[in-house]
C-alpha cells in the first residue's frame, strides 16, 4: 500500500549476460513512472573498456524514446586502495591514495564528462 513515483535500479555489467539492459527497460517501461538506475559500474575491466561501458550505457539510458530514465549514478566517485576486498578498490571514477586523496583522473570520469558538458 505505500506509493512511490520513482523507481530505482541497480545496473552492473554482469546482469547484462544474465538479463539484457534492453529487457530490463522494456520490463520497468510497464510501470507509469520514472526510472533512476541508482547505482551501475562494470569490475575487473581495462579502464579503456569500463570508459566505454558506462559512457555507452549512459547514452543508450537517456536517450531512451520512453523519456522515463531520469538519472544514473556510477558506483562509485572515488577508488578505495583499502577495501577489504580486492574487486572493491578500483570501482572508482577517480584513483585515489591509501589516505584517500584524488591522484587522477580515469578515463570513464572523462568520457562521462564530455557527455554531461
Same mark, same amino acid.
Not at 520490463?27 to 507509469?32: R, S
Given at each position: 500500500g505505500v506509493e512511490? =513515483? *520513482?523507481l530505482g535500479w541497480d545496473w552492473y555489467s554482469q546482469m547484462e549476460k544474465e538479463y539484457g539492459i534492453d529487457a530490463c527497460l522494456e520490463? *520497468? %517501461?510497464?510501470? =507509469?513512472m520514472d526510472v533512476i538506475f541508482c547505482e551501475t559500474n562494470i569490475?575487473?575491466?581495462p579502464e579503456k573498456y569500463r570508459a566505454e561501458y558506462l559512457s555507452? *550505457? %549512459?547514452k543508450k539510458l537517456y536517450n531512451h524514446p520512453s523519456g522515463k530514465v531520469k538519472g544514473m549514478i556510477v558506483y562509485e566517485l572515488m577508488d578505495e586502495p583499502t577495501h577489504d576486498n580486492e574487486k572493491?578498490?578500483?570501482y572508482g571514477l577517480v584513483c585515489a591514495d591509501e589516505q584517500g586523496n584524488a591522484i587522477g583522473l580515469k578515463d570513464a570520469y572523462l568520457e562521462i564528462q564530455k557527455l554531461l558538458v
Open positions: 512511490f =513515483d *520513482l520490463d *520497468l %517501461m510497464k510501470y =507509469d569490475s575487473e575491466a555507452g *550505457l %549512459m572493491e578498490r578500483t
